[in-house]
């Protein structure tokens, strides 16, 4: 017979206690433990026989490996994000704020994926049918392939996918989800890690490839344990701000793929339009003109992205002048102002400062530090930057702009877009020169090999 303990969770981590602690030792959160119910089981005794169908031991020569089947969504931009497709017996969380379009997104891609002829199963535990089929209708036709089942019952839901086999299952969500044997409410961690571990079982056993809403909490991370992040494969996070039109897709953990990758949608009434080329979508009503602008190059995977970085510096008075950052870390943007006042010169102590990247989305790319040196001198001087220009480097503390990888793609795409000028690191400048850098004939290359050699190339002192 099983037995119930009772324990206490953390509802931030998922860390576990005998006892309440005021503070959990392992996100240091305050007040975020609850007591909740834990099953165990008794456990075999020695000696006992094994199951008759427990896999053995195998060498790792005798395990036989293939090609990876992958399914294609029908979004270019999703594929990305996957690593090509969707990868048969994986299990995928897909987390982000409400209202952000995690719902629309994957009914989109059940709807391509019913109309390839695949068996898709939607598991609803928030909506009804009636509330489905009104989004459906809004994104266009949907196939009879793709069946909707409003359930909460993991019981329940086992056993109608044992039943219809499905390519494809969907769970929205899984704090909603409940096992009969857990009697915790549903959403808390013990329900969520238990829902968790079956709808691995059901992927892993019947190679069928689940993906998982998950809500998140106030801070951005999915709500629950993190142990939930550490059970799927592939951990999605959609990302941009709620009123804004556009939507960016990034992957945290992906066991079949790389983790740098982004897609970018664009949120209509249709639903989720992908964006092929977000340069242009983010450099969209940048001013001409105006002090303290830059363009500035960041990769995400393999594909570079330009962005608008703005900067806005002026006179304090307050005791403690204010810092704010948006779309950056805060703290690096407070690094670089120390070393552009040490450095460089520049009087920022008693100056007010405010970064923003135009757009809403969010990059912490080391490239990014050299615009934002530029946008900052840019706007305490007043001297507008040529909006023909770009620039990318990483900035160290004593000054000197270091070299980035994927020069020559950052150059290329700033080509492609328009660009006559680019200012990079001296070192990255000499590479480029010395491997040819054939195709980037018409824009010039202006190396730099410290931020007061950057600041003086655009005449901002």
């Known amino acids: 017979m099983a037995k119930t303990k ?9 860390y576990e206690s005998s006892k ?10 305050w007040n975020s433990f609850a007591e909740e119910p834990r099953i165990t089981t008794k456990k075999t005794a020695p000696g006992t026989m094994q199951r008759a169908n427990a896999a053995r031991p195998r060498t790792l020569m005798e395990i036989e490996v293939g090609l990876e089947a992958r399914m294609t969504t029908g979004m270019g931009e999703f594929d990305r994000v996957l690593g090509g497709g969707i990868v048969q017996g994986s299990l995928v969380l897909v987390g982000g704020d409400p209202g952000i379009g995690k719902s629309t997104l994957l009914l989109q891609m059940c709807g391509n994926l019913a109309a390839d002829g695949r068996k898709v199963l939607y598991v609803s535990g928030e909506e009804s049918p009636q509330q489905i089929r009104m989004r459906a209708q809004r994104m266009g036709d949907f196939s009879g392939n793709l069946k909707i089942y409003c359930e909460t019952n993991l019981a329940d839901i086992r056993e109608t996918i044992t039943g219809e086999h499905p390519d494809i299952v969907i769970i929205d969500s899984i704090q909603t989800m409940y096992h009969e044997e857990v009697t915790s409410a549903p959403g808390s961690v013990s329900q ?4 968790t571990g079956i709808l691995m079982q059901i992927a892993k056993g019947m190679n069928i490839s689940i993906f998982v809403v998950g809500h998140v909490t106030k801070e951005g991370v999915v709500a629950g344990p993190r142990v939930l992040e550490h059970m799927v494969d592939t951990v999605l996070y959609c990302e941009g701000d709620r009123y804004a039109a556009y939507r960016v897709l990034r992957s945290a953990k ?4 790389s983790t740098n990758e982004i897609g970018v949608f664009e949120m209509r009434s249709e639903g989720l339009v992908e964006v092929p080329n977000p340069s242009e979508y983010m450099l969209e009503g940048k001013p ?8 500035a190059c960041t990769m995400e995977g393999t594909r570079p992205v330009l962005l608008e970085v703005q900067a806005l510096v002026c006179k304090s008075n307050l005791a403690f002048p204010r810092r704010t950052a948006a779309g950056t870390d805060l703290n690096r943007v407070n690094l670089l102002m120390a070393v552009l006042e040490k450095r460089a010169g520049l009087r920022l102590a008693s100056c007010d400062a405010y970064v923003n990247i135009a757009g809403g989305i969010r990059m912490s790319e080391p490239a990014l530090d050299l615009g934002i040196v530029l946008a900052i001198a840019s706007s305490l001087n007043d001297r507008p930057i040529d909006e023909k220009t770009i620039a990318f480097g990483e900035v160290g503390l004593s000054g000197e702009v270091r070299s980035v990888s994927m020069a020559e793609q950052r150059v290329r795409e700033a080509k492609r877009l328009g660009f006559t000028s680019v200012i990079l690191p001296e070192t990255c400048r000499r590479q480029l020169l010395r491997t040819g ?6 824009i010039e290359m202006t190396g730099v090999r410290s931020v007061r ?9």
């Open 6 to 14: 009772t324990v206490f969770f953390c509802q931030s981590c998922g």
């Open 20 to 29: 309440w602690m005021g503070q959990c030792p392992g996100c240091r959160e």
């Open 192 to 195: 969520v890690r238990e829902s």
């Open 254 to 257: 992906n066991r079949f793929g």
């Open 288 to 295: 001409v003109g105006a002090s303290g602008s830059v363009v």
């Open 437 to 442: 850098g054939d195709g980037m004939e018409g």
């Open 453 to 461: 050699d950057a600041i003086s190339k655009i005449n901002c002192v």
